[in-house]
């Protein structure tokens, strides 16, 4: 296998889905380690190691652990839901059932399949989840309306993370 053979954002993807902390990939005197967690990704070559750089950071995607420690939407200093607001916990959580890209549409320049504020019905289409370039919709079990989109446009998402709040009717 050759590096530039090698599609990073794939790898990054089976890294998160299988919970790999770090890689090691190597070709003649070129090695490639990278490693999650905001540790540094680290490239090396013998030209690269004899000029001492190499060390570059790598982004790590916010979890939803972060996403919680830092506050979600809604969401006053003290953690209680803002005024007038159902607490989170009456709301249907659709979550990602698997790692990949989350599109809102099923093309760029298209509708959204929901908007806050649209009643779903149980089977219907809400986004898409792309993993190792195959589209999958992801659908409501439950009728309702969405309270919250919990992920931004084409960002990336973990197994079991959030992606919608839904107030089930009845």
């Known amino acids: ?3 530039k053979d090698v ?6 993807q ?5 919970d790999i902390a770090e890689v090691t990939l190597r070709e003649g005197k070129t090695i490639v380690e990278v ?6 990704v680290m490239v090396s070559s013998p ?5 001492g ?9 916010k979890t939803a652990e972060a996403v919680s420690e830092s506050g979600t939407a809604g969401e006053s200093e003290a953690g209680s839901p803002a005024a007038g607001e159902q607490p989170a916990d009456d709301y249907h959580i659709v979550e990602a059932p698997l790692v990949g890209t989350f599109y809102r549409s099923p093309a760029p ?10 009643k779903v019905s149980s089977g219907d289409v809400l986004c898409i989840v792309e993993a190792m370039k ?3 919709e992801i659908q409501t079990d439950v009728d309702g309306v969405v309270k919250e989109i919990c992920v931004d446009n084409a960002a990336l998402v973990e197994f079991q993370q959030p992606l919608f709040k839904i107030e089930q009717e009845g």
């Open 134 to 136: 195959s589209m999958n």
């Open 47 to 51: 030209t690269a190691a004899d000029a």
């Open 35 to 40: 490693k999650r967690g905001g540790r540094p």
């Open 1 to 3: 296998m050759k590096f």
């Open 7 to 12: 599609d990073l954002q794939e790898l990054f």
């Open 14 to 18: 089976v890294m998160l889905a299988y």
């Open 53 to 61: 750089a190499g060390i570059v950071p790598m982004p790590v995607p």
């Open 109 to 118: 320049e298209a509708e959204f399949f929901v908007e806050v504020g649209d």
